[in-house]
T-cell receptor
Framework: EAGVAQSPRYKIIEKRQSVAFWCNPISGHATLYWYQQILGQGPKLLIQFQNNGVVDDSQLPKDRFSAERLKGVDSTLKIQPAKLEDSAVYLC????????????FGPGTRLLVL | AQTVTQSQPEMSVQEAETVTLSCTYDTSESDYYLFWYKQPPSRQMILVIRQEAYKQQNATENRFSVNFQKAAKSFSLKISDSQLGDAAMYFCAYGGNTGKLIFGQGTTLQVKP
């Protein structure tokens, strides 16, 4: 079974530029999560999708971050414009159907904002 | 709001020995799930073990076992017969009603040969 795929693996940009990350969850998984992991900390949820609907985006900085999950499969997370404090690893995870289900993580995208 | 605390930023263990990683959490929910995830330097987060709060029996997965104390809101991970490949960052995580995970700060485990 293929795991959660993410791209790119690494990205370096300058502040005020824009960047986009892509995630392809495990086939058949209805729930998709984006987490932000700052160096030395545990991941924090940015947004949770159930199929193509948003369940929780309370921690998403909506003035600069946006995410979509068209057709309930792939998802894209965008930052525009990026700030220095956005430097982090962005992890995508998926689960069969949300609550109580184990989440499977992708390899992450490491973002460095200069 | 739920919180997860890992009070040991770093731990070390000799190969083949046993080590216990600590985790405490706070919640007002009665039904929830607890997880231990491992994150090696390659950064792929891997599930180690999970525990359903309604189960009294502690979960076990090969060399990994937990000590779940619901009243004390404690959820420690015991690694027996430690191997070099166990070296990683370990995260304790809480999963509640919404499905999202709340992670602790992590514990870096070093395994000495």
């Amino acid at each position: 079974e293929a795991g959660v795929a993410q791209s790119p693996r690494y990205k370096i940009i300058e502040k005020r530029q824009s960047v986009a990350f892509w995630c392809n969850p495990i086939s058949g998984h209805a729930t998709l999560y984006w987490y932000q992991q700052i160096l030395g900390q545990g991941p924090k949820l940015l947004i949770q999708f159930q199929n193509n609907g948003v369940v929780d985006d309370s921690q998403l900085p909506k003035d600069r971050f946006s995410a979509e999950r068209l057709k309930g499969v792939d998802s894209t997370l965008k930052i525009q414009p990026a700030k220095l404090e956005d430097s982090a690893v962005y992890l995508c995870a998926s689960s069969l159907d949300g609550r109580a289900e184990t989440q499977y993580f992708g390899p992450g995208t490491r973002l460095l904002v200069l | 709001a739920q919180t997860v605390t890992q009070s040991q930023p770093e731990m070390s263990v000799q190969e083949a020995e046993t080590v216990t990683l600590s985790c405490t959490y706070d919640t007002s929910e009665s039904d929830y799930y607890l997880f231990w995830y491992k994150q090696p330097p390659s950064r792929q987060m891997i599930l180690v073990i999970r525990q359903e709060a309604y189960k009294q029996q502690n979960a076990t997965e090969n060399r990994f076992s937990v000590n779940f104390q619901k009243a004390a809101k404690s959820f420690s991970l015991k690694i027996s017969d430690s191997q070099l490949g166990d070296a990683a960052m370990y995260f304790c995580a809480y999963g509640g009603n919404t499905g999202k995970l709340i992670f602790g700060q992590g514990t870096t485990l070093q395994v000495k040969p």
